[in-house]
């Protein structure tokens, strides 16, 4: 087995994927790494939010 398949358990979709495809979540005080997937939509989300907040 390679390092690169190695899986990791992302917190938001409850489903593990391959570590290269995490991205850590910016403005949090903790540390939060998630999936790609699951960044591209929480990051969509936030836009949302923002806009709704004004
Ligand atoms: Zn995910």
Redesign the pocket.
Known sequence: MSSSDQLKY?F????S?PLAEFKTLPGTKQKRQ??A???QKIMTDRKKHRVLAK
Not at 12 to 15: I, N
């Open positions: 992302c938001h979709g409850q489903h994927r998630v999936c997937l699951c960044y």
